[in-house]
């Protein structure tokens, strides 16, 4: 009986099958386009007159990037606070379960990464 029904609506099973295939996609593109956009708004560093190595951590809180010490080594991770003293770096570039604390006296350089 099963059977009959399937080679009787053959048409009409195929034309829904048609229209699932278009809306999935359609559904596909949309969470795509939403997803590519919210990685495109990223605002791009700017240059502040007043700024300092401890404003622009600041302004990076919760970004990932990479801080160049005095002494030549570079330190990766997400900069997970700031204060006045001490900048704390979560996930660490090649150790990802450990944390860095880090003097900001001790800081040369800050690179963060921004979209193009």
Known sequence: MYAHYLLANRA?????????????????????????????AQEKAALQPNATVLSLL??????????HLRSGEK?????AGVTENVVHLSNLTGAEFF??????????????RVAR
């Open 12 to 40: 009409q099973i195929a034309k829904k099958n048609l229209i699932m295939k278009r809306y999935s996609l359609a559904i596909g593109i949309i969470v795509a386009a939403v997803t590519c956009s919210s990685l495109l």
């Open 75 to 79: 330190m990766g991770g997400k900069v």
């Open 58 to 67: 600041q302004g990076s809180a919760g970004k990932a990037g990479e801080l």
């Open 99 to 112: 944390d860095g604390f880090i003097d900001v006296k001790d800081i040369s350089a800050v690179v963060v």
